[in-house]
């Protein structure tokens, strides 16, 4: 008597979402046993897909049939068994050298003949065809979305997948949120710890877990292009078409940020204290100081004091004060002083003359950054011929790509501002 393997495969890949659960085909495998007096001696089963050899399971079966614990294999369609060609040779040799006896689908007639073998390579060159097929629709597709300036995978923090137009939008509940969050550490005055627990305070966290965002992300999150206008898609730059949420020129700023402040165990210098050796106490007459204060929701004071140095006259300023006072009492200040009419008369004149000659530089300026943006496009173009024609390797080609591509969004962005903002 024969004695058989029952095998069933499920691939977790959306081109099999259609393909019986194994519950269910083992359920009519054994039902196909029993109607065909089969002698089943053992159930494999496994979640994995068949495009590449290496299966544990199926190896592991075909390990046994090799030893001779069994000689048979029932399965629900040889594509089951195999979607590449190692693991369908593997099949039909065994099949040759009498290891495997008989095969038996529910879906697909086999005997071990001549006929039966080549009807089978054709099962499995079919399976492998349809996989290879689908793999290069989907690539094409991607292609395409790529060249639209739309990203193909899962949309960063602060958007959204939209599933009808299958394109990425601003989420409503977390796209002002990560603004928020990058435009504060861009001040120079956070390090990834504290930005950290900014967002945290503001609700930005983990989807699944609910927790804080790890460090990783988080740094992951100042650095994605995507923010900006561009997306990367296997280490290569390109323009999106999304909505953008901060300026190249932010993300540059985040940058610089990253590498003067990103790591908290690095030391650093105190930054955006605005009034730190601006002024003097006005009663020993030494020096102001500044203290910055990180409170756990994330949120940064500054405070002012006098450093009592003096070791002659004991100061008596021993209360701090907040910088928004003390900017509240530079500007009463400021307010108390005015020009004399004369002063002010010469200064507008001055000020009309420069006007007049911003204005005629500025059609100049205009045409210098068109020039350049030109410029920048056409060694993009030339860097991609020279990328096709094999004279440069694929690495060089996305470092240098990648930084023209920031290069002309850079240009592209100043020419915007000036011509929405003229010469303001």
């Known amino acids: ?5 029952i095998y069933c495969r499920k691939s977790s890949e959306d081109e099999e979402r259609q393909v019986l659960s194994i519950e269910v085909q083992l359920t009519e495998l054994r039902e196909f046993a029993k109607q065909n007096s089969l002698f089943v001696v053992k159930e494999y089963y496994e979640s994995k897909t068949a495009k590449e050899p290496g299966r544990e399971v199926f190896n592991e079966m075909l390990g046994e049939i090799e030893k001779g614990s069994a000689s048979g294999i029932l399965a629900w369609n040889p594509d089951r068994l195999a979607r590449n060609s190692i693991d369908g040779g593997k099949v039909i040799y065994f099949v040759d050298t009498l290891k495997i006896v008989a095969l038996k689908f529910p879906t697909f007639w086999f005997e071990a003949t001549p006929q039966g073998k080549f009807m089978l390579s054709v099962a499995f060159g079919q399976a492998k065809y349809y996989t290879d097929n689908l793999r290069e ?7 395409q979305k790529i060249r639209r300036g739309e990203l193909s995978a ?9 599933p009808r137009l299958r394109t990425i939008e601003p989420d409503k509940k977390t796209f002002n949120k990560v603004k928020e969050c990058l435009g504060a550490f861009a001040t120079g005055q956070y390090t990834l710890t504290s930005i950290q627990r900014k967002m945290f305070s503001l609700g930005l966290v983990g989807a699944r877990s ?16 995507f923010y900006y206008g561009h997306f990367q898609y296997r280490g290569e730059v390109h323009q999106g078409s999304h909505k953008t949420m901060i300026s190249k020129k932010l993300f540059d700023k985040i940058q610089e940020a990253l590498v003067t402040n990103g790591k908290p165990r690095k030391k650093r210098g105190e930054k955006g204290l605005l009034y730190k050796g601006f002024a003097v106490c006005g009663e020993c ?3 102001i100081t500044a203290e910055r204060k990180i ?7 500054h405070y002012y004091h006098c450093t009592f140095k003096s070791r002659t006259q004991k100061c008596s300023q021993t209360r701090f004060l907040r910088e928004e006072e003390l900017t509240r009492q530079v500007q009463d200040m400021v307010q108390k002083v005015s020009l004399p009419d004369e002063w002010r008369d010469a200064y507008l004149k001055k000020l009309e003359s420069e006007n007049a000659d911003v204005r005629h530089s500025s059609d100049l300026f205009v045409q210098n950054l068109k ?3 030109s410029a920048v496009s056409a ?7 020279a990328y096709l024609n094999e004279a440069l390797e694929l690495g060089e080609y996305l470092e240098r790509k990648n930084a023209l591509t920031a290069e002309k969004r850079t240009l592209e962005e100043k020419l915007s501002d000036f011509e929405r903002k003229g010469n303001h």
């Open 371 to 373: 020039n350049d943006i």
């Open 210 to 225: 609910g927790k804080p965002l790890v460090l990783a992300s988080v740094e992951h999150i100042l650095k994605n292009p």
């Open 379 to 385: 060694r993009l173009s030339r860097l991609t011929d």
């Open 295 to 301: 409170k756990k929701s994330g949120l940064v004071y």
């Open 154 to 162: 899962k949309a960063p923090l602060g958007y959204f997948n939209e």
């Open 285 to 287: 007459g030494y020096a």
């Open 137 to 143: 629709n989907i690539l094409r597709g991607i292609r």
């Open 1 to 5: 008597m024969i004695k058989y393997f």
